[in-house]
């Protein structure tokens, strides 16, 4: 993967070049503020590579550190809509967040510092996304879902049907979905058939169903 990471810790910013270089994965480009992304993938983007494979941005970054580098990343997708985004941050910010995750079909993340723990999971995370795949943290799924609830926009679906859809939009294959919800895959199949059909999907590619799916839940 060709990568940007946007953070202003210049520690953490060389822990996860130094994490992502040693598994193979190049770091096209770093830098510690907003208009420092917005600068380096235009460059990037006009350059004979082209776009990179996915930027890894903090939310909190300079002047004010408080959400400058999703602003900058909500900017970039509208710019470039197939430009793969992993947003990482201490916190759950839902405006920004929502449009974010809404803006695109392709390839979008939000996790939560704290929860990134785990090196593997982190650096497939990465990849996902970088594949046009989603990977969301369960408490974003969680804050987000709660809104949608409020909003009552997804009250065709059951109780179950709803669980399967949380599952998917943290970016859980159906096997995985199975194995959390002790169920066959069969039967995971039958409820992700049924949520296409409740949100009026129509047949398509699975995979872009599935992320429509995911947006459509978070964005109502």
């Given at each position: 993967?060709?990568?940007?990471?946007?953070?202003?810790?210049?520690?953490?910013?060389?822990?996860?070049?130094?994490?992502?270089?040693?598994?193979?994965?190049?770091?096209?480009?770093?830098?510690?503020?907003?208009?420092?992304?917005?600068?380096?993938?235009?460059?990037?983007?006009?350059?004979?590579?082209?776009?990179?494979?996915?930027?890894?941005?903090?939310?909190?970054?300079?002047?004010?550190?408080?959400?400058?580098?999703?602003?900058?990343?909500?900017?970039?997708?509208?710019?470039?809509?197939?430009?793969?985004?992993?947003?990482?941050?201490?916190?759950?910010?839902?405006?920004?967040?929502?449009?974010?995750?809404?803006?695109?079909?392709?390839?979008?993340?939000?996790?939560?510092?704290?929860?990134?723990?785990?090196?593997?999971?982190?650096?497939?995370?990465?990849?996902?996304?970088?594949?046009?795949?989603?990977?969301?943290?369960?408490?974003?799924?969680?804050?987000?879902?709660?809104?949608?609830?409020?909003?009552d926009s997804l009250a065709g679906l059951t109780p179950?049907?709803?669980?399967?859809?949380?599952?998917?939009?943290?970016?859980?294959?159906?096997?995985?979905?199975?194995?959390?919800?002790?169920?066959?895959?069969?039967?995971?199949?039958?409820?992700?058939?049924?949520?296409?059909?409740?949100?009026?999907?129509?047949?398509?590619?699975?995979?872009?169903?599935?992320?429509?799916?995911?947006?459509?839940?978070?964005?109502?």
């Amino acid at each position: 993967m060709r990568v940007v990471i946007a953070e202003d810790s210049v520690l953490l910013r060389e822990g996860l070049t130094r994490l992502l270089t040693d598994r193979g994965h190049e770091v096209v480009a770093g830098v510690g503020d907003g208009d420092g992304l917005v600068a380096e993938v235009r460059r990037l983007a006009a350059a004979p590579e082209g776009l990179p494979d996915v930027v890894v941005a903090d939310v909190r970054m300079p002047p004010s550190h408080t959400d400058e580098g999703l602003r900058a990343c909500v900017r970039l997708r509208k710019e470039f809509p197939r430009l793969s985004v992993l947003v990482l941050s201490q916190y759950v910010e839902e405006q920004y967040a929502t449009e974010l995750l809404a803006g695109s079909g392709h390839g979008v993340g939000y996790l939560l510092k704290d929860r990134v723990a785990d090196v593997r999971e982190f650096v497939d995370a990465v990849a996902r996304v970088a594949a046009g795949g989603t990977a969301l943290d369960p408490e974003v799924v969680a804050q987000l879902l709660g809104r949608s609830r409020r909003q009552d926009s997804l009250a065709g679906l059951t109780p179950r049907e709803r669980e399967v859809l949380g599952l998917m939009a943290e970016g859980r294959t159906n096997s995985a979905i199975a194995a959390q919800l002790v169920v066959t895959g069969g039967a995971v199949e039958k409820h992700i058939s049924n949520i296409f059909q409740k949100l009026g999907l129509a047949q398509s590619d699975a995979d872009h169903r599935r992320v429509l799916a995911v947006l459509r839940y978070l964005n109502s």
